[in-house]
Every structure is written in C-alpha cells, then in structure tokens.
C-alpha cells in the first residue's frame, strides 16, 4: 500500500487482555497526519474518550515516528509518544531522539497504541512481529540504565533497545518520563501513564528495513538538505561542539536566563559558574542519535567533591536553567548529578527543577517551613538540599509527595498562596526564556496545547535573529499572534510528525523547511505533499490537538502566563524592566486567534476552520 | 598443533611502543600449566624480572582464559588476571566469570599478555585479529558501567565485552579492582596495575568457535559432569536460588562470621539484619556467566532510606562480611549500595571493608580522631561514614588517601600500634570464616601465595563437612598442613587453571574432581592428561608462584596469621575460646612445608623439588 517511509502497520498491545493485534495504516492518515506528533494526537482524539482519567486504564499511550524514520535521512531517528497528560489535563505529548525510535521502524510499526492496565508489573517485548508480555515484577523499583541492562541480559540481546520508566514512573509522580538509554521523553508526565499502566518497559529488537520509493529523489532531497546543515554557521561549528549548553551564555546576555524562581533574572550572571566555558571544563565526549552527522548530545562528568565521577548524557540547556539558574545552584557538578538522578529515577528535568525552585521561594518566604520540608534547608542556591528533594519527589517521600506532581498541584494543596509563585501555565512548569524579555515565547507558552512548552513553536527569530518569516522585536508583543501560528504550525510539520530533529530547523534548513520536507518525504513515501500541504498538516494537527484540549474543558482562560510574569518587571540586565502586561497577553492572544480562525472570546477552533481542515468528527464533537 | 581447547596463540600488547604481537603457545606450556592461573604465574615468573615495581611499566598484566572456557562444558566461562600485586609484592593473581572470559577466546587467544605503560590514557580494541590502540582521556574518572557503555556505544557494536578500570584504578589505590561487566578481577590490587599502565580498559569482540578435539569423548565427560551438578544436594536447591549469601547463616551458626574487626565474632548474631531471609526481601533476579546452568549472581535491590533504588549483582557472601559484619553494619540496603559503588568506582569490597573496620577500630581506641577522619565518625556500625570512607578511599581524599593501600600500608604510616589491628597475611585483607574457628582456613591464608586468600585453598571440609579427601575437626590443628597442600593444589587443578567455576568443586564434583577434569579437557583438547597428572600441575603452579614470591624475598616468617586471632579467642558464639595460638600455626607451617616438599625453615621450595616438577629456570634463580 506504501512505496516506502510507512510501514504502514499499527501494532496495538492491550494490557488488560494482554493481547497484540495489528492494524493497517491508511494512506488518507498518513496525508492529513504525516506521522510522529500528528499520528500521536489523531489517535489519541480518536480513542481516548472525553475526561478520561490520565492515569486511567482508558488512556492511550501512542508512541508514533515518522516517515523519514529509519530511512538514511539524517536526524531522523525521532518518536512522539502521546497520552492524555496527567500534569496537564491536555493533550500529553513528548519526543524524543536516540535508537529507540528507528528500532520501532525496523520491527515493522509506525506506530504502536498500548491500552489498559496490567494487573502486575510488565513489559512488552517485540521481535519484529512477535510480541510477548514479560513480567516486571522483578525489574519493578529498578533505576533506568539498570532496568535496560537487565532487560538486554535476560533475554539474551544486546542490541534490543528499550524505553523505561524508573521509580518516578512507578510511583505515578506526575512529571515522570520515559528514558530510552539516557534520552527522555521528558515533559507532560508520560512516564506516569505508563507507569499506571504498570508497564515497567518496552523492549524492541527490529531486523527490517525501511523502504525508501525513488532513491534517486531522496538522493536529490537529501543533498539539499545536508548542503543546509554544512551551510550553518552554527551547526557543526558551535552545536556539534557544544550542544545546547551554548545557549547559556547566550541567554545571560541576553537578559532571559531566568535565575531564583524567576524573582532574579538579569541580576546576577551565573556565566561564570554553569557558562560554556566551565562547561567545557567538564565535557568528556559526546553520543550520536542514530543517524546523526552532528552529535549534539555532551557527555559531563563531574569532577569535584561529593558528586565526583557523576556522568551524564547533558545536561541540555534546559537543564542548566531548571537545575541551575532557577533554583540558583551554581555548583555545575551539582546539576550534572542532578540530570543524571533524573534520567536513572526517571522524572523530567524542567518541571523538577522548576518546581525546586517553587518550594524554595515558599522556603525563603516562610510559606513552607523545616516542619514541612522534613528538615531540608531548602534556600535557593543549597545543591545538596535541592538533590535530596528531588529523590524525595521521585519516591514520594515526605515534602517529596506534596511536590511530586508539579508546582500547580502543590500549589492548590499548599495555600497562602503559594500559587502565585508557581511557575507553570496549564499545570506544566515554564522552559527557560524568560518570556518578558521574548514576548513571542510567552505566547507559545500561553497557547500551545501541551502547556508552558518552549519545544511546540520556538521562536527562534527572537533568541537568534533569524529573519524568517520576517526579522521580530522581542520585546514587542506585536505580530506575535501570526508569528506563533506559524512557529507551532512549521514545527509540528516539519519537525515533530516527519520525525525530524527540531535542532535542524532552527539551525539550518528553516528558509525552507516546508519544501524540503515535501521533497524528503515525497521522495521517501512516495506520495505528493506539496510545501504547502506540509505546512496546512501542521495546522491541521494543531487544530486538532486544541480540539482535544477544548473537549477537555480548555478555554481562553487557560491560555495564560503565571502572574509574576504580568506584574513584575525583569528586574536587571538586557531586558530590565520589561514585562508581558495582561493587555499585551490579551492582545497577542486576540491576533493569534484571528490568524488561527478560532473564536476570540473561547479559544476554540471554529466549526468553519476544523471543516476546512478535514477534522469533521472533532467538528462533530465539538458542536 | 592443537586440536581444540586451546586456540594456540598468545597476543602479547605492549602499550609503551603501541605495537600487538601474536605468538604461539607450545604444547609443553599448556600440558604444564594447563591453562588460566597456570598460564598467568608461568608468564609471571619468566617475564617479570625480581624485585619490579608492581606499579611500573615492568610489571605484566596477563589475562589467560582456559582450555574449557568457550566450549559448551558448563560453568567454564572464567578467567584469571596475573601480575605482581601492588596490595602484597607477591603474585597477585585473581579470577573473573561473566561474559568476557570466552570473548577472549573467541577473539582467537589464549592469553593476553599487557606490557609497559602508555604516556596518555588510552584502551585496546581487540576485533579478532585486529588490534587497536584507542584513546581513553575522555573515558578517564568514568564509573564502570558508564565506561562500559560509552565505548560499545562509541565502537557501534553493543556485542563488544569491556573489562575496565573505575576510579580507584586510576588512582591507583592498591585495592583496585578490574571489571567486566558487574564481575570484577576483585583482589590484589589488579586494577592499579592496570591504571598505573594507564590502560582504562580492554574491548574485544570475538567470532571465532572454541574446537573441540573429540566431541563424543566430551559428551560422555560432561554427562559424569552435569550429572554431579545435578546430585548436588546444594547446588541447584540452594545455591541457584540463593548465591554466596547463603553462606551468612551458616556461618553464623558456627561462629565464624567475622564481626567489628574480629573482636565480636559470635557475639550477636546479624543473621536477623543480613541473613538470607533479609536477603531474600531485596533478591530481584539474577545473572548467569556465559554458559551457566546455575546462575549464582542475585540481584539484590536496596528497598529503604538514603538507598531507595541501587541495585547490585551481589552482595556476595564475603561482601556480607566486609561491608557487614567486620564493620558492623546491620544496614542490608547500605551493603548493596556499597557492593554496586565498589563495582561502579572499581575497587575490592573485601580489602575495603576489612580497611574501613580497622579505621573504625583506631577510631573507637582513639588512634584516630575526628582531625584524622575529615569529621567523619568511625563508629562501628555507621554505615554512612562506611560509604563516606569508601568513596574518599577510591579517590584518595582526605583520610581516603591513608586507606586506600590497605590495611598494611596504613598500619606502617599511622604507627601507635595499629598494626594490631590491621586484619591481613602479606598485606592482603581476611576474607571472611574466622580462622580461629577454621582452622586449616588459618593455614590456607597464611599459606596461600596471594596472601589471606578463600579463593586458593578453600578448606570446604571445614565448612560443610564435606568428608573428601577425608573427615576434619575445624578446631584441630593436626593434619591441616596435607589437607592444605591438597586444597591449593586441587583448587589450581581443578578450577583455576582449566578455568571452570570454583563453586563447581565444592558443590558438586569434588569426589571425582581430577578425573573429571582429565576427561574435560583430554576430550576438548585431544591431550592426555590423567587425574595425576592433574594434580601435578596444581602443585607445580603452587610450587612457581612460591619460587616467585621467595625470589621477591618471602620467607617463612611471612607465613603469619593477624596477632588478634593468635592471642585473643573468639569471644562468643558455637567457636567460643578457639583460637590459633603460635604453636599451633608453627605445626601447621612443619606439616606444611613437610608435605611439600619444601625447607621448613625458610618456607622455599627445594631444588629437587622444583626439578621433580619440571620447573628448572625457577630451581636455578632460587640457587
């Protein structure tokens, strides 16, 4: 039915029944949803009914790649994995990069929808088309390197590739993740569905190879597209080096590295102590997703005192904030201990961090005191309390349970409010970018439909000066509407449902993303995007996703910024004094429903633009 | 030349000139020494000139697998590491199971020969024929594991097996150990000799197949084999299931289970805190070695407190001891969680344990302070100063520095009468059964050519009345010097040099051990061994690595036992009032020596003995 890209199978694993079956993929799917994120948000509309518990055995867990998986595209080696989120309430859904997803590919699925609950502790083995259930019962409680190795040895294979959830996962702590090898699907809490579902892990071991339709067009395809990559001024020359840990210094001087819960940004300059070039002093080598020319990924290791010889696979810069700057640690062998603890227990970076920095400022205020923190001294900067909370949240330990499901939750059951100094829109903990000083990203962290996610509609034009579609003012709320639809609707084109690595995009291929994705994929699957079908399917996955997300009980109102971020001037550096007034948000919003065709008062897609978009069952649905 | 067994090629890797070489093994050599520790004190003894450094570039580090490893006879997938120990400046020698023993085989060698030193950290890349000399400065401070992984990633084959250096042998700490996988080279300090060659770690993979010279001969052999494995009343119904840990109870209820640095031995009873019904709380699995039916390695995992999590293959038995009983500690989560940090940084858990409870001893008595400790408080039973000590130790901080020799060379710089306290024969650390209690274990420690060494001679006849060669009274001296001869000599026979597990022997065919081994390896080989013949080449490697160490300028005084243990009886418990005095241990020494062979004055062998053996090179340094 495909010529190449597509397996064109589904393999669907109940838990309950414990029962595999496999179903066709359509070719009317594979148009409207390309794949990765599209395919992961079609299913989960389609599937997951109204309210359903997230960590119920109702929810779906949709782990989804995309046609250019597995073919000899480069950066390719990408999967979303969808759920409803349990931080959120919306729609949960995550990438992420390394061998995993290829080997989903090669064993013969594009995608693969696990359902139910399993009684007792498993995990799911796939050789190719045989599926097995497995207990985990003797893996339950292990860390995630661990599970993996154990998992490898005891069926005898060492080139099986696993995702696992660690304690966090077990325990439900609503921002746990997935981690395959030391990559993560972090963000959302998809490691708690998971581990709600009692599902330990997902071991895949594919021997198949994907077919590509007309070799000669990839050839062409791909020319135009690696020639970008060597064409970038920072691709191999900054990025391969240094990975996102650059954007450290980058973001200090520009005056948006948010420090000490957001209260500090611009006031003091952690460059020295977590910068690129005490970075460089810790840097021991990298590690390539399969298929990747670059190598983004640093391996650190700490040197010094309590947490010397901590290895990890990072930390990403985002990780640097919510481990660093917004907790206010300076100690950078801390946060590479801190980013290692989070991939072996399994929880995600920047909610942790973001929500460390939340108890600290309660800490600070007397909001929370050593009664409640069980005598963790927990003021801004103190490493060693900040890694004791973070083992306490990922086994709901004491202070760690009230915190173990985001700064949202805390917030509600903490009071005097707290809630104020809960960093987070929808329920998930706010990226780095202080937005006050990059009015596009406060938007994108407004309405993107996973929640405060710096990962759904980057607006690189702000933090790099790219031009494309046209050169912006970060400080300037205007033109951020139209702006942010096309950031969401172009990254989850040619990024998120190709599956492709979003780095690229940003980095080198941006003035003709869409484009080169028809023709990648084109050449790939056979069929005929055009560059402007490539981008209407973006629209179109993000419709639907808001669709989700309104059915769920989303309005405007969720469509917000923490109020610290409205009322408090950044209050030094390169973006002292600027802020996003409530009018701005209201007006960056009315421009971006506008250009969206969504209702202005609601937030919701109308019946018009979800017709036009070919989604009649979620314009059913929504009446 | 040969027809199975033994692939006939030695890889010689000389890191100072960076040149491999390959050369042949002659048929005397392998009828002579067998194999395994055969092999290793052979090489010793003729290549490492008198009176070497044992951390300099004239020192050897000689891995010599077995004629049974990589054939399909159970339980063979064993190696031994070789070189002058740094810990004793005797022959340090120990072995290793897990996956990489045959891998060396396979790879087409019988032994590996590492000479020299490199300038900058590097490792070797062994793909069969091909050898590599790799850089190692970014895998330099890496934990095992972690190192383990970053280079099968880094070479793209998870096949590849990696024996490394953590740490400790970085630092040459001269308890260092060397891991493959989670299976460590443990004793003797092997590891530093591999950091101080700045060798990080040895990666092979190997496609070839052991040959088996009569395959119908081995099948008929590996019947009588597997059908003692399966008559085994201890083996299957106990050992599989329950590993070394067994051991505690039963130990205990004999009084001689170690604990507080022997001053308490039989005088409370752990049993209930680290016993196998404790054990059996944590046990989460196990691992088999390559070719194991039995599979003895459990995984434990430490459930509670600052310990939530770590997993570990182990503890073993003589673990339970050294980070348990000798030191006090009652907490079984601490002991996993110091067992996977020795595997993680690389260093022996018995020396380490044996080290920590004499620092706690001078602790106690006030030898050593607070000032000393960098405020830690040594007190018996404190496990978390334990795990402290032990991490300062791998990285030679602080205190950690002082230790991180052993028992002996701290003795030496600490003077005030420590000595006293350092529990060790030739700088090597008591394994667990309190020899007081045991008495030919006494000898055997005192005797063994490793120093205080369980694995060389073990007296199971002590320990489980196993009545082979004959029936022994644990409490008696009196016929423990032939019992002793015949324990090292089999033991070497039997299992250390054709390389088959130890427990085997113990477990299961010791009745018929030599004619079993005979029938093994003349099946596999196409040699013809008889069970003398045997039994011969265990004494004639018992005999070399004597001559190494007299050449090196042991004598009988060196043959001594811990004063502790000939003056003070065990205080408590079912071993009550024994101990080993001077007189005792002096006829055990004449018997001995007598039964040798050898002068009971100076311990040495004598020349006609030593040409009664075929070892004229050794009869001619030894004048």
Chains 1, 2 share one sequence.
Not at 74 to 81: E, G, I, W
Not at 146 to 170: F, T
Not at 325 to 348: K, S
């Amino acid at each position: 039915m495909f010529q190449g890209g597509y397996t064109g199978k589904i393999l669907r694993v109940n838990l309950t029944d414990r029962v595999a079956t496999t179903e066709d993929l359509s070719v009317a799917t594979a148009e409207q949803f390309i794949g990765g994120s599209g395919f992961g948000i079609k299913y989960l509309f389609d599937e997951v009914p109204a309210k359903a518990d997230a960590l119920g055995p109702e929810n779906k867990l949709i782990f989804a790649s995309g046609p250019l998986s597995g073919t000899n595209v480069p950066c390719a080696s990408r999967m979303a994995v969808t759920a409803k989120s349990p931080l959120t309430g919306a729609v949960g859904m995550a990438l992420t990069g390394g061998q995993f997803p290829v080997e989903l590919k090669f064993a013969g699925y594009d995608i693969l929808i696990v359902e139910g609950r399993s009684e007792k502790p498993v995990y799911v083995w796939i050789r190719d088309g045989e599926v097995q259930f497995k207990s985990a019962e003797k893996l339950w409680g292990m860390k995630t390197t661990d599970a993996q190795q154990i998992i490898k040895n005891s069926l005898k294979d060492q080139n099986i590739r696993v995702a696992c959830i660690g304690p966090a996962g077990e325990n439900q702590i609503r921002m746990a993740s997935i981690i395959n090898e030391w990559r993560a699907v972090g963000r959302k809490g998809l490691g708690a569905v998971m581990g709600s579902k009692n599902l330990k892990a997902i071991a895949i071991r594919g021997t198949g190879k994907v077919a590509v339709a007309d070799k000669e067009k990839l050839k062409a395809a791909r020319k135009v597209f690696t020639g970008a990559m060597k064409e970038s001024p920072v691709l191999y020359p900054a990025f391969s080096k240094m990975g996102t840990g650059m954007v450290v210094d980058h973001t200090c001087h520009m005056g948006i590295f948010p420090t000490k819960n957001y209260q500090s940004t611009g006031t003091y300059d952690p460059i020295e102590k977590i910068g690129t070039e005490m970075q460089a002093t810790r840097n021991t080598g990298k590690e390539h997703c399969y298929g990747c020319p670059v190598g983004c990924s640093q391996l650190n290791l700490a040197k010094e005192g309590p947490y010397g010889g901590k290895l990890t696979e990072g930390p990403e810069f985002e990780t640097y904030y919510s481990f660093g700057g917004v907790t206010g640690v300076e100690n950078i062998d801390a946060i590479i201990a801190a980013d290692r603890m989070a991939d072996e227990l399994g929880f995600d970076t920047i909610s942790a961090g973001v929500t460390v920095a939340f108890a600290m400022e309660l800490f600070e205020r007397g909001i929370l005191t050593e009664a409640d923190t069980d005598g963790l001294v927990l003021n801004f900067g103190n490493d060693e309390a900040m890694m004791a909370l973070l083992k306490k949240m990922a086994f709901r330990e004491g202070i760690g349970d009230l915190l173990a499901d985001g700064t949202k939750a805390a917030a509600e059951k903490i009071g005097k409010g707290a809630e104020k100094y809960a960093m987070h829109v929808k329920g998930l903990e706010l990226p780095a970018y202080d937005v006050r000083g990059a009015k596009a990203h406060g938007l994108n962290y407004a309405t993107s439909f996973t929640g405060a996610d710096h990962c759904r509609g980057y607006a690189f034009q702000e933090i790099f000066g790219i031009p494309v579609p046209k050169e912006v003012d970060r400080f300037t709320a205007d033109g951020k509407g139209e702006l942010t639809m096309w950031n969401q609707d172009v990254r989850t084109a040619t990024t998120d449902a190709p599956t492709m690595c979003a780095f690229l995009l940003d980095m080198a291929v941006v003035g003709i993303a869409t484009e080169n994705t028809a023709a990648l994929m084109n050449a790939v699957t056979g069929l005929s995007f055009t560059a402007d079908a490539v981008l209407k399917a973006g629209e179109r996955i993000n419709n639907l996703a808001r669709a989700f997300n309104v059915r769920e009980g989303f309005t405007r109102a969720h469509d917000n910024l923490p109020e610290r971020l409205m009322t408090e001037p950044v209050p030094g550096g390169a973006s002292e004094g600027h802020f996003i007034s409530r009018a701005e948000l209201d007006q960056m919003l009315d421009e971006y429903y506008t250009a969206r065709g969504w209702d202005v008062k609601t937030g919701s897609p109308t019946r018009e633009k979800l017709l036009e978009l070919g989604l009649e069952n979620a314009a059913d649905q929504l009446g």
